[in-house]
């Protein structure tokens, strides 16, 4: 083993390590992000409008995701109701 | 047939009028009638680092507007007659580009059988920088090994699988390929850059080439030469690689590994 080998020992947690790890969290999210149809948000705001009109929501209450593989698209939509509402 | 080159990177400073000046030069060298346009309307500087400022009399928007002809706009380089510049307007605003104009100007550089037409998109990923890649065949990518630029490079390549006349008419994708500027492989060994190796696993993109931190890339600028005219230089001649690579020439990729001085070469390990 030689001198400079000593620095390939610290390389675990290195910046570019460190870089590199978050570089891989961020582009695998906003890949995720890219092939959604740009009219979400606005589905969003809507069914919202709706859902306040009969239920007392607040903002977080409802979330639509969109996936996507091979084989379909799926528009899943989650309504969190409030605890009295039942 | 001509082909359409955009040099492309999202992130500003990286690299790209300097690699466009270098590989429309390198083209240009091997032979091959070459166009190099300056898509940054409001900021031009390909003409700086091309040496011909002095020499600009009409420009891209002139020529869109009907105002000068292409002919009269296309400034000849003076080291190489196979290449032309064809500068950005410096007073007009950026959305004086259109699409049909730049559509025009194409054709009309086919017509006149340029062979490879190099488009420096600006930074950004609005106007300018969308025509520049909107007509291209191939897109050189060009990613500083820091997190910024690895990102943005990432943001660029969703941008050209679905917003480039390729995408839109269902025709086969641009060809994208990786040119890594900047690259310190000294840093790289005691971890304090990424490496080649760390860019590709997060972009997944054919590597043309790496251009190593060097100095006379700004010499170069200084004196309104394409570093790739500095054939004694490294950056130089990482991108007359990359010309060759590009145009089918198997050069095996140097100035990935660290240039080992008399104390690599007595006390290093391989």
């Known amino acids: 083993m030689s001198l400079l080998d000593y620095f390939k020992i610290t390389k675990a947690n290195s910046t570019a390590t460190i870089a590199k790890e978050r570089l891989q969290i961020l582009v695998a999210h906003e890949r995720s992000f890219k092939n959604q149809p740009s ?32 084989h379909q698209e799926t528009l899943e939509v989650n309504i969190v109701l409030p605890e009295k509402s039942r | 047939m001509t082909r359409i080159i955009v040099v492309t990177s999202g992130k500003g400073g990286v690299g790209k009028t300097t690699t466009s000046a270098a590989i429309a030069m390198g083209f240009a060298q091997k032979g091959h009638k070459t166009a190099v346009i300056d898509f940054d309307v409001g ?19 002139n ?10 706009a296309l400034i000849r380089d ?18 004086a580009l259109s699409q049909e104009g730049v559509g025009q100007i194409l054709e009309e550089l086919a017509a006149k059988d340029f062979e490879y037409v190099v488009c420096d998109s600006p ?10 890649m909107y007509f291209a065949d191939d897109a050189f990518v060009v990613t500083n090994p820091e997190v910024a630029s690895v990102r943005d490079s990432d943001r660029m390549l969703g941008i050209l699988s679905s917003k480039s006349r390729r995408a ?18 000294e840093r790289v060994k005691i971890g304090e850059m ?44 990482a991108y007359a690689d990359i010309v060759a690579r590009y145009l089918g020439e198997d050069k095996p990729h140097r100035f990935i590994e660290e240039k080992k001085g008399l104390f690599g070469k007595f006390f290093g390990s391989k």
Do not use: W
Request: a negative charge; hydrophobic letters at 40%.
């Open chain 1, 39 to 70: 009219y979400l948000p606005q589905l969003q705001k809507e069914l919202l409008q709706v859902i306040q009109k009969y239920v007392n929501v607040g903002q977080d209450a409802i979330s639509v995701n969109f996936e996507q593989d091979e």
């Open chain 2, 43 to 61: 900021l031009r500087n390909l003409d700086l680092i091309m040496g011909c400022e002095r020499r600009v009399v009409y420009d891209i928007v």
């Open chain 2, 63 to 72: 020529v869109i507007f009907g105002e000068a002809t292409l002919n009269q």
């Open chain 2, 78 to 95: 003076k080291h190489c007659e196979q290449l032309y510049i064809l500068p950005a307007s410096q007073t007009r605003d950026k959305d």
């Open chain 2, 123 to 132: 930074a950004g990923i609005e106007k300018g920088a969308h025509l520049a």
């Open chain 2, 168 to 185: 839109e008419q269902g025709l086969e994708p641009i060809k994208e390929y990786l040119l890594l500027t900047r690259y310190s492989p």
């Open chain 2, 194 to 237: 990424l490496s080649v190796e760390d860019v590709q696993d997060i972009l997944s993109l054919h590597l043309l080439g790496v251009i190593p931190e060097s100095k006379s890339v700004l010499t170069a600028s200084n004196s309104g030469m394409p570093v790739i005219l500095d054939e004694k230089s490294d950056a130089g001649q």
